[in-house]
């Protein structure tokens, strides 16, 4: 996410302003979130 922001990371300009826009302070749920998401498509218990 750090990557995004920063723009060392560039191959998806849509999740860079995403995470510019984004305070520095949520990044840490921002991230437990995704992480969840991933586990549980990961399981089959995604959407």
Known sequence: ????RDES???NPGM????????EDDFEALSQY???L???A???HGR
Not at 1 to 4: E, I, N, Q
């Open 38 to 40: 991933q586990i549980d």
């Open 1 to 4: 996410m750090l990557g995004f």
């Open 16 to 23: 860079s302003d995403l995470m510019k826009a984004t305070p």
């Open 34 to 36: 995704l992480a969840g």
């Open 42 to 44: 990961y399981l089959g």
């Open 9 to 11: 990371r560039g191959n």
